[in-house]
Nanobody
């Protein structure tokens, strides 16, 4: 059974940086993409950044130029480098591994940006 664990969240001042990590135990069949999502207070979960199996990336407009997603597909790991953080980035951040048939989610890590 695959387990996915995020780490690296915490409290940071506006303008600061945080690096989130995500690691999955076990192996995937037909892994298609990896991604980071967030759920801000009172909002639905939303896609922040995604990276495909061939390395193509996509970002939500609100984070483009500030966040960078990277991965190590061979070791089932990914990271989200978050720079120039804003209070509006405060959320629980989740990582997801997407195979052809299933999505594997982590438990989430809280990032709080103070003004």
């Amino acid at each position: 059974q695959v387990q996915v664990v995020e780490s690296g969240g915490g409290l940071v001042q506006a303008g600061g940086s945080v690096r989130l990590s995500c690691a999955a135990s076990g192996s995937f069949r037909s892994l298609r993409s990896m991604g980071w999502y967030r759920q801000r207070p009172g909002n639905q979960r939303e896609l922040v950044a995604e990276i495909s199996s061939d390395g193509e990336t996509d970002y939500d407009e609100s984070v483009r130029g500030r966040f960078t997603i990277s991965r190590d597909g061979a070791n089932n790991a990914m990271w989200l480098q978050m720079n120039s953080l804003k209070p509006g980035d405060t959320a629980v951040y989740y990582c997801k591994f997407q195979s052809t048939w299933l999505a594997y989610w982590g438990q989430g890590t809280q990032v709080t940006v103070s003004s």
